[in-house]
């Protein structure tokens, strides 16, 4: 039977799900939920994940969620995977365990938190959060530097020091795409110091395309559509303050 892959593009997890398929030729069947439409709390999808997120995937009798549960289930089930994704090796790959738990503890708590609360909310009916998006901006930032400083120590391109990407290069870096619907000043302040995460992302990109940038479509989108608001919002800004302005007598 056909995988079977429960996302939302929006969503990061599921980004890396679909990326790793796609790259390792994993045929699949992909059924979209709309996250923002709450399609993820139907009776339907409770059956597959009873915590009502995405990713998950149904494999044959098999349900499953959690996207670095998804992402090792992949790269140990369906032949052909490289094995730089995930090593045989068991010190690789515990060192890959290792950044795989850092990042829901670290950078996910950030990141998320932070691009809700200083960008989305308003699109989920929700209200915007200052101090909620300065707390997650200082776990992201921490994190960022972190992954600079150490995970990306070594000789290789990608994190631990090795030449080609693994599951954890995946997940992280779809997790900082998400930067890219933020204010572009915010996102250069962000990343801007950091030469070697900005690097990171680039070559990760270049080693999944033209899958990378394919299903990061719908976040290219959204980040048009956001730029072209706030522009909509500074010239409105504008000529309210010239309209306000009295006419000089002199």
């Known amino acids: 039977m056909t995988l079977k892959i429960y996302a ?5 997890p599921s980004r890396a799900v679909i990326i790793f ?7 699949f069947e992909e059924i979209k939920l709309d996250l923002a439409k709450r399609q993820h709390h139907s009776s339907e999808f ?14 044959g009798r098999f349900k499953l969620f959690e996207s670095h549960a998804i992402l090792r289930y992949l790269a140990c089930a369906f032949p052909g995977v490289a094995d730089h994704w995930y090593p045989a090796d068991l010190f690789k790959r515990a060192k890959i365990e290792s950044v795989l738990d850092w ?16 960008t989305l909310a308003p699109a989920l009916g929700l209200k915007k959060n200052p101090q909620a998006a300065a707390e997650g901006e200082k776990i992201l930032s921490a994190s960022i530097e972190q992954i ?3 995970w990306l120590k070594g000789n290789g391109r990608f994190l631990l020091g090795s030449f ?7 997940s992280l870096v779809c997790e900082l795409m998400q930067l ?4 572009e000043k915010d996102r250069d302040r962000i990343l801007g110091p950091h030469k070697k995460v900005k690097q990171w992302i680039e070559d990760t990109n270049q080693a999944t ?5 394919e299903v990061h479509v719908i976040l290219f989108k959204l980040k048009a559509k956001l730029q072209k608001h706030r522009l909509l919002e500074a010239n409105n800004k504008i000529e309210s303050g010239t309209k306000t302005v009295l006419p000089s007598k002199m």
Do not use: T, W
Not at 46 to 59: G, H, L, M, S, Y
């Open 180 to 183: 890219e619907v933020v204010d």
């Open 46 to 59: 409770k059956e597959i994940n009873p915590f009502r997120q995405v990713p998950a995937i149904v494999d």
């Open 103 to 118: 990042h829901h503890s670290n950078l996910r708590r950030g990141a998320a938190a932070y691009v809700l609360h200083r």
């Open 21 to 27: 398929c796609k790259v390792n030729g994993i045929e």
């Open 209 to 213: 395309r033209p899958h990378f940038d």
């Open 164 to 170: 080609k990407p693994s599951i954890a290069d995946l």
């Open 8 to 12: 939302d593009r929006m969503s990061q």
């Open 148 to 150: 600079e400083s150490f």
